[in-house]
Structures are given as C-alpha cells and as structure tokens.
C-alpha cells in the first residue's frame, strides 16, 4: 500500500513537472526565420501558468510584413500572427517600434502542444503579453432541468407506499400557534393567582 | 417602489400569457405568397410502366440525388417519390413493385416500393465484402442480385427474404452482370483471368434454387469487362478485337456479327423481350431479330446514322408489335424515329425543338430516351420521354411537346435574388432628376401633359385596388410584363447549377422564366452585380469553372441575354464582392482568384481602382485542403493575390463549412438595456465562422476568425457531438447560431447562440472605438454571451431573416431534415440573455428588455412552420432578401426541392391585411357626416334660442 502511494506521488510529481517548450520565431517579409527564437515560452499544463523569456528582435526588421509564431514543417517559413508596417505607421505615426506593446496568444490542441500563434500590437510600453489558449469545450451548454424522480418501486412494479408521517409531522402547523399563544399569553400574574 | 415592481411582474406576466413569436400563416395565404417546387434531380434509370395491368403507364426514374419516383405522363406531375439510401443503383419494375437497388461502400441494398402509391414494401440489406457494384435482374416472381463480384442471390419480391443463393467465387473470375433468361434460367456473366488473357464466362443457374446447371467458359477474349456489349435475356453480346461476338445464353457456341468495319463506338439496345437488338455504330445502326430455330442473330435493315450521332438516345417499346425509337437532339433541335421490327425502316418521324417548345432556354441535347408506341385510329401514336443532358425530363406525343419538368435544378449551388425594374419610374422621370429649376419644371409638365391619357386607367385601377384591397397591384396605369410590384414582393431569383445550367424563376409564380446552358461547366459564383434602372435591366454575373478553363458571364437578368463575356484559362480559387464601392446604378465589382494567386476584376478598370482606394486592402480567405485555411491580399498593382496567413488546424480537425457574416444592413449599433444602457454589438465586417470536427474526440469548434489578420477571435468548442451528421452555422450581424446533434448526456440537436459584444460591461466600448475593425493590428477581442437549447428536430440548414433597412426583428430559418419542413426560429427565444431564473426572481430591468426566463428545451411549435403543408426535401442551403417593405423578408430555399416564400417576423405592421374592412370604415364615416350635418342645423338653432332665451 506504501509503496503504491509512493509510485502515485511520483507519477503526481512527474506529471506536475510536465512542461511544453514553445518557441517564436520571426520572420520579415519573405525573408529565412530569425536563426534564434524571439521568444521561449515554458508552459506548465498542470498549473496552466507560461513563463516567457524574449530576446531582441532581428536587426533587419523594416520589412513591410513582420511575422512572429511557429517554424512549419520545412523550417523555411514562420506560421503565425503578422503585423504590417503601414499598421504600425497608422498606430504610431512612426515607422519605430517605439511605444508598442506586443500581444502573443498561443492557441493549444488536445495533446497540449502549440498549433496557431496570434500576435497583434497595441499602444504602451509594457512588456508583451502572452496569453495561452488551452483545449477546452467551453461552447455553451444545456441547462437541463432538474430531473423528477419518480416514486421508488418494488420488483413487481407496485409503488412503494410513503412511509406514514408521524402525529408532530402531520399537524405541527397547527401546534406552532398554539404553544406561541399559550407562551406570549400566559397565565395572570402569581399574585392575581393567590 | 413595492407595489411598482408588482404590477410590472403581474403585467410581465399577464404579457407572457399572450405571448406569440410567430403567428402561422393565413389560409388564405398559403400556396399563394409561396411556391414549392418538388423536384427529383436529374434521371440515371428512367422507364416507363404500367403499375397496374391493363391501365396506363406512369414514367418511372431513379436519379442522381436517390430519389425513386413516379411521374404522370399527362401533366408532369410528381406522384410519389422516396430518397433511397445510399447511391441508386438500379431500377426496375415487376408488376405492382417497383424494385431499387442501392450500394453505400459494402452495403447493398435491395428494397422494392408500390408502384402506384410509392410506399415502402421491404428492404433487404446486404453486407458484401468488397465494393463492387451490384446488379440485378428482376422477372414477375423474384428478383436476383449479384454482389461481390460473384455472389448469386433469389430475393422473393413479395417480402424480401432471401429464397436461395449461390457463390461463383473460384479466385480468378468476377462476375458483372446478371439476367434471367427467357428459357426459366438466371445467366450471370463475368471474366476469367488468366495469366495472359481474360475470357468470358457464363454460369447458367436454375432460377428456383439457384443450383448451378453449367459454367460455360466461351472461346474468346476480351480486354475488361467494358467490352461486354450487351446483354438480354436472350443473348450475350461483346467486343472481340475488330470484331463483334455473341452467344445465346446457355450454349457455348461462339458466333461473330455481322457488322461494319468500324466497331469501336458499337453500342448495343434491345427490347425487354430480347427478340430484336439493334446496334449502332459509327455511320450506321443495324436491326437484327433473334432467330426462333437457333437463337442466331438475323440482320433485317441497316440504315444510316444522322449528323451527330453521338447525341442519340434508343429505347424499345413493346406493344403488339416491337419498335425502336431513336431521339437524336443535338442543342435544343432533333428529330425522334420510330423504326419497325415486322416493318422495314421508318414507320413515323417528327421534329423535336426543346427551346422552342417551352421558350425558357438551351437544354444541351439528350442523354437518355423511353418510349411508348400505341396503335390508333389514324395510325401510329408514340409519347416519348427525354432525359437531356442538363438534366431536365421532357415529354412528347408525337411531335406535341407536353410537359417539362425542370430536373436540373435540383443541382443548385448558387442562388441570387433581383430586383424587377420600377415602373413608375420611367427614363422621363430619371431624367428629370439630373435637371435642375425651370427646365425641370418644365420637362416635368411635359412629362405630366404626356401621360394624361393614363389618368383613366390610374383611377379605375385605384378603385379597384380600394375595393379588392389586393394593394399588390401598382395603380401606375402602366401595364408592363416584367415589373416590380408596389411591396417589392415579386423579384426573379437567378441560380446556378453544378451541372452548368442558370435558370431564373419569378416569384410570383415559381415558373422558370428563362434558362441557360453551359454544359461541362459549374457554376461557382454568382452575384446581382447591377440593379434595375430605367436606362439598364438588371444583371447578373455567373462564374463557371470547366476542365482548366474560367469564364465569366454578363446575363441581363430579365430575359437570360449575354450581355458580356470573357474567357481564359486557369484554375479557381476565389470569387468575392468587392464590397463598397457600389451605388446605386453602379456596378458591384467582382475579383476571381486562382489557386496560383493570378488575379481578375470584373469590370477590369473600375474593380482595380477600387482596390487600390481601399487603404487597408482587400483581404478573403479560402480553404486549402481539409483542414486548413489561408487569407490572401489583393495588389491592384501585380494584379496578384499574395498570402498573409495561413491557419493550419490541428490535424485530426476536419472543416466542414465556412461562413461570412455578409453585408447587411444594420439599423442599431447597440443592444438597448432595460436601464436604457447600452451593450454596443462587436460588428466585424471580416469575421468569418469556421466549423471543424474531430471525428476521433466526437468535437466541433466553431472558430471566429479575423479573415483580415488571420487571428482567432473566439473559439467554442463542443464534446459528445455527432461528426457524421451536418452542422450548420449562420453569422449575422454579432449574432452567431450553430446547431449540431449532440450524442450526451441525451442525443438531441443542440442549438447554440453566440452574440458577441464590444465589452462586457453596458455603455462601454472599445478603446479607442474601432472605426474599421481591419485597420488595425490589434486583437480585438469581444465579448461573448452564449447560451445553448434544445430542438426537438434535427437542423441541417440555417438563415437569418433580412429586410431592407435591418429594422424588423431578425428570426432563424432552419431546415429540419427529418420532417421536411422550414421554421422560422424567433429571435426573442433564440437569445443568448435569457437569465436562468424564474419570472418572480427577474430583476425590473430585465422584465423591461423583454426578456423570456430561459428554457432548455424550444418547443415543438407547429405555428413556427413557414412551409405549412408541403414536404421539402434535402434543403442544402437557404438565402434571405429584403423586400420593398420594411417589415417582410423574403426566403428561398433550395436543394433537392426549392421553396419561396415571404415571412414578417414582426407582423405586417406596415401592411394593412387583406381582411381589413374598408367598407365598413368608409361606412362608418359617410354615417357620421351624415349625422352631423342632420344634427348640425338643430344645435345651431337650440344655441340660438339659448341666447334668445327662448325655451
């Protein structure tokens, strides 16, 4: 028994310790991905919490389409969210990176492992965001009513006769009053009574 | 505040009481708004038969969309009909039975209806082994399958069971075809591979208990079994080489044909007897009778072959006497013979002109023929039954065209509706509209000076209107065939079909006005892309994909004229709208895509320039493969679409449909609350619904996806869902509703509503408020409110009500399958807001924005039915058009069947109904005015002797 507890909170421990590597690469215009990731994201399934380490953005980034998201199969080309530069230009008057915050949401398949990579900016200087997107079925659902059951029955399909409710049970809304008036109206005073 | 709060629950409730979303439409109206039209799809088995002995025949057909049904010869009309499961196979007819085979993969099945009421008899299914496609023969007691390739079976016609089998399986040959013969036997024929070559073989099977008499392996070779010609119930006949052979069934004897030279294109038909066979080849076709000494073929006539022979059909009819017939149509225009088996040659000819007959357009030719030949008074009469290639059934008597029924448009894919042109509006009075003071005064007085002569016609045509109530009816004085009338109720509706035909059908009548033929094309597009105005009919433009080739139509849409066209060659990838840049005489503009990213704007100048003004671009997704999907971007300046994003979906995700939410009207930008706040709707123009299914994880996810960035914008996902059956989803405005069924906790159709909002909270928008949701590379993420219901009906199709301002109430059209019926859905029960509470528990507020306490269940509500009576079948798709009043929306449906008709989903309240009593109010007034005026002497002088002080 010990040991079967043991092994259970190893298997715990293990799959607590189960984490998926994710990495961002960049992309401009038709150009190779960036050599190293942009970002490296250390998602924990168990805790569903993301760790993300960035590092600087390619030297040569003044294409017209700056992609960032996954490396597909041929390593060739980047999959995932894009931003243009007369996007930047309409947000920021610049054509600079200044003053930008960058949004990456990472969209997760059954097996936990990263399919689709959104990215999108905004105005601010706050440090990118990452937000995860696990497998959930999170479309909405029938609220059924609840279900009436139905009077228990025996094995020859006779109904089961309610168990008969004692005296108290049957008339206590008849006793309440009672006793209420009997208390609050009492008796005359012990005087009145000698 | 309490007693308030009170009332307001006890008329909330006294409200509920009286609570009717959508009221049933009028008897009155039933069959006349409407049209149905019940079609049956284009013939692959087509027979005529008499169902009962002695009366007369019905036409008989088997078609493409698995439909068995019985026609009247006399008027057309559809008698019974019944889809089979899985493909259709065969038909054929035994006395009283009408006998169906159909295959799905390795399911056989064999099922026989009534010929006179077409309700099931029985149905037997099969599981073969491999799938082969199966054949049968039926006689008058039984009828005998064929599966597996050598699996021989007597199906006793009168409940199904099987009376007896017999397998022919020895490893190297396989069976194709089977028959009974006319001496008692059933002949299964099929090829014997050998190492070098293939032979024929027969096994003669004895008919009752299928034993085997004898295989009978004949002396020739063939090459596939392509090259068995023909088989009847007496003969066998195949090509040989150069040659063309054949064998009585039952002997091995081998003999060759006497035939021409050439037999590469032989075709063979012969009568159900078997007794003549008649063979055509290239130049000429060659009649033979059997021989009743030997069973040898005996060549009586040749004759030769007309121009364009390739686009003859044969049929044999058995009367008294045997004759063939030969429907040879090329186009539209042909000529139908009538050839004598006891005669020599032609006994009776006559022209055949399919346009003409019917004036509603181009039918390609025939594909196939049946015939009857009756022996009258005055000679030979013979009706004839024409399948043609575009897929429409015709029927002549003689050379007396009778009936046509348009089969092809079964095939629709696409369907637009247009707008007839507006007779009060003539060019005069466009005219005058660009003129300005004096001299438009004047031409207006001219105008007004011309059309006097009308002025009878005008009040005699206001008078009747007042008096029928019938305010349809335009008072113009303008008598004009094709014109729009004063509601905008009648329109054309213009669709296209997969097999190339474009058909317009006016609404007022469900009648095909005109028609058109592209054979070998699709129509993979269509779109109205000029309206109606008193210079310019209205236009439609049609997309038609060949084998490597495009070409783009121009028709005018009130008479199906090509009023423009352009070819080339390439292959599809996109054609879309390009929206806004449409006035109200001006033409939408319209890019194709190929797959190559090669771009086409139709009109070329006006399109591109359209492009280039758009600042963000013009960006449309399409999908690529099975389960991915890729957006592109337009440049004006290369001419070229090239790609910005690519979602890939996970790989056990399969997509099963793609919606746009389309570009409406949208009258209010916001949800009114019950405290007058406001929720403000997350109107994206490029949000587009992706629905894929995982068969393996029983899931759908519907995915919202910015087809201009490529991001998700939400995602909804489902378990215990049905992958194999439909899921539909239909977007409009930020509504989003999907119905699948659902397998857990209780299978049922599940329907779902999703409305998306610009934030959770009331009176808050987006920051900044997105003037353009595209212009932007942010995420704009929305909020979303969804609910989920249960239907007690499956939904296999579904439509939003459009109207033309987008004021009026939007309801849910929804195709059930399994009733085959359309409802409309209410708004206010398909509604996301629903609290999960009791009306007692509802807050002020919510009572207020009328809201209804949330139920699982919509109920069955038969009131909700907007097809009443009629049975539509196998609704693949449902459009919505406005109409000229604000409070109705017009609704076309269309699949196997097509079914119009108009619905108001917030009553009529601009119309005034048919049964309002204006009599009784003119009736009313004249009576009071009366009494006044009788009164209004004896007030005046009771007021004066008042004043006087006379009593």
Known sequence: MLIRLLFLSLYLLCAAAEQVRISLYEQVDEGLPSQTPRAEIIYDTVSQTAETKWAARLSSIEGNLYKLGLLDESEKSVNGGFISQAARKLLHNSDGWQNIHEEVKVHLDKQGKPWKVDYGISTGSNPPTVIMVPYQLNGPSVSLKKPIVARPATADGEEVPEPEKTFLQKYWHYLVPIILVMLLTGGGSEAQAK | ?951
């Open chain 2, 1 to 951: 505040m309490q007693w308030h709060t009170g009332l307001l629950s006890l008329l909330f409730a006294l409200l509920l009481t009286f609570y009717k979303p959508v009221s049933a439409i009028y008897a009155d109206e039933a069959s006349v708004i409407d049209f149905h039209l019940a079609h049956v799809g284009t013939p692959r088995v087509s027979f005529l038969h008499a169902p009962v002995a002695g009366s007369g025949k019905l036409a008989y057909v088997g078609t493409e969309k698995n439909v068995i049904a019985a026609i009247g010869l006399k008027s057309g009309d559809l008698l019974w009909r019944q889809i089979v499961e899985g493909d259709l196979v065969d038909a054929k007819a035994s006395g009283e039975r009408i006998v169906v085979l159909s295959q799905s993969g390795t399911n056989v099945v064999l099922s026989a209806y009534s010929a006179t009421q077409g309700h099931l008899l029985w149905s037997s299914p099969f599981l073969s082994q491999e799938a082969i496609e199966p054949s049968v023969s039926v006689s008058d007691v039984n009828a005998v399958l064929l599966t597996d390739g050598g699996l021989v079976r007597i199906v006793d016609l009168t409940d199904g069971t099987v009376a007896a089998s017999w397998s022919g399986h020895d490893g190297i040959t396989v069976y194709t075809n089977v028959t009974h013969t006319t001496d008692g036997h059933v002949a299964v024929v099929g090829t014997t591979s050998n190492i070098a070559s293939s032979t024929l073989t027969t096994a003669i099977l004895d008919a009752r208990a299928l034993a085997l008499s004898e295989i009978l392996v004949l002396d020739t070779i063939v090459t596939s079994p392509s090259d068995v010609l023909h088989l009847s119930p007496r003969l066998l006949i195949w090509k040989n080489g150069e040659t063309l052979e054949y064998v009585t069934l039952g002997k091995a004897q081998v003999m060759e044909l006497q035939a021409p030279a050439n037999v590469g294109h032989a075709r063979a038909f012969s009568s159900r007897t078997g007794r003549s066979i008649l063979v055509q080849f290239q130049h000429s076709t060659t009649f033979y009778t059997v021989s009743a000494e030997d069973g040898s073929l005996v060549l009586k006539y040749t004759i030769q072959n007309p121009e364009g022979s390739d686009h003859c059909a044969y049929s044999a009819a058995e009367s008294d006497e045997e004759y063939h017939t030969r429907s040879c149509i090329q186009g539209d225009v042909g000529r139908v013979e009538v050839f004598g088996v006891a005669e020599w040659g032609v006994v009776k000819s006559w022209r055949v002109d399919l346009a003409d007959a019917h004036s509603t357009g181009h039918f390609g030719g025939v594909l196939a023929a049946s015939s009857e030949i009756m022996t009258a008074v005055d000679g030979l009469v013979g009706r004839v039954l024409l399948v043609t290639v575009d897929g429409s059934i015709h029927l002549w008597r003689d050379s007396m065209p009778l009936w046509t029924r348009h089969e092809s448009l079964a095939h629709t894919t696409h369907a637009t509706f247009v707008d007839l042109p507006d007779p009060s509006v003539s060019k005069e009075v466009a005219d005058e509209e660009t003129h300005e003071g004096l001299s438009a005064f004047l031409k207006r007085v001219t105008r007004h000076i011309g059309e006097v002569h009308r002025l009878p016609a005008f009040f005699s045509g206001w008078a009747a209107r007042f008096a029928q109530g019938e305010y349809e009816v335009s008072p113009t004085g303008i008598s004009a065939a094709i014109a729009r009338d004063t509601f905008g109720f009648r329109k054309f509706i213009v669709t296209g079909t997969e097999k190339g035909k474009l058909a317009a059908l006016d609404t007022a009548t469900g009648k095909v006005v005109w028609s058109q033929f592209y054979q070998g094309n699709a129509a993979v597009g269509l779109w109205t892309v000029r309206n109606a105005s008193p210079d310019h009919p209205p236009v439609v433009a049609v997309l038609l994909k060949g084998q490597g080739t495009m070409d783009w139509l121009e028709l005018n849409a009130l008479d199906g004229t090509v009023v423009g066209s352009e070819s080339w060659t390439g292959s599809f990838g996109a054609a879309f709208a390009i929206e806004g840049v449409q006035g109200p005489e001006d033409t939408l503009s319209v890019a194709v895509v190929s797959q190559e990213g090669a771009l086409k704007v139709f009109p070329k100048d006006k399109g591109m320039q359209a492009i280039s003004a758009t600042f963000t671009g013009i960006r449309f997704a399409v999908t690529n493969g099975s389960s991915a999907v890729q957006g592109f971007e337009l440049d004006a300046t290369t001419a070229s679409a090239r790609s910005l994003w690519k979602i890939d979906f996970p790989s056990a995700e399969v997509i099963q449909s793609i919606s746009a939410a389309g570009a409406n009207h949208v009258a209010s930008i916001g949800r009114v609350l019950g405290d007058r706040s406001v929720m403000y709707k997350y109107l994206h123009s490029h949000l587009v619904g992706i629905v894929t299914t995982d068969a393996s994880a029983s899931s759908v996810t519907i995915y919202l996806v910015d087809l201009a960035r490529g991001t998700i914008v939400h995602q909804a996902r489902h378990g215990d869902v049905d992958t194999t059956k439909t899921v539909s989803i239909e977007l409009d405005e930020n509504r989003v509703v999907y119905a699948f069924w659902s397998i857990g906790p209780s299978a049922g159709t599940q329907i779902n509503v999703l409305e998306l909002y610009e934030h959770e909270k009331p009176n808050q928008r987006l920051d900044p408020v997105p003037l353009d949701y595209v212009s932007r590379d942010v995420d704009l993420q929305p909020y979303v409110v969804g609910q989920a219901y249960r239907y007690p009906a499956r939904i296999s199709a579904l439509a939003t009500t459009q109207t033309r301002y987008g004021i009026t109430k939007r309801d849910t059209v929804a195709f059930l399958p399994d009733l085959n019926m359309l409802v409309e859905l209410p708004k206010s029960l398909l509604d996301p807001r629903r609290p999960k509470k009791d009306v007692k528990q509802m807050s002020t507020a919510e009572k207020e924005e009328g809201l209804i306490p949330y139920d699982p269940i919509l109920p069955d509500e038969r009131r909700w039915v907007i097809s009443h009576k009629n049975e539509i079948f196998a609704v693949k798709d449902i459009i919505s058009g406005p109409a000229y009043l604000e409070s109705t929306s017009l609704v076309f449906a269309f699949g196997l069947d097509m079914f119009f008709t108009r619905v108001t989903p917030s009553q009529s309240f601009d119309k005034l109904s048919a049964s309002f009593s204006k009599g009784q109010l003119l009736l009313t007034m004249i009576a009071l005015c009366a009494a006044v005026a009788l009164t209004s002497p004896m007030v005046r002088r009771k007021q004066l002797n008042a004043l006087w002080g006379v009593q």
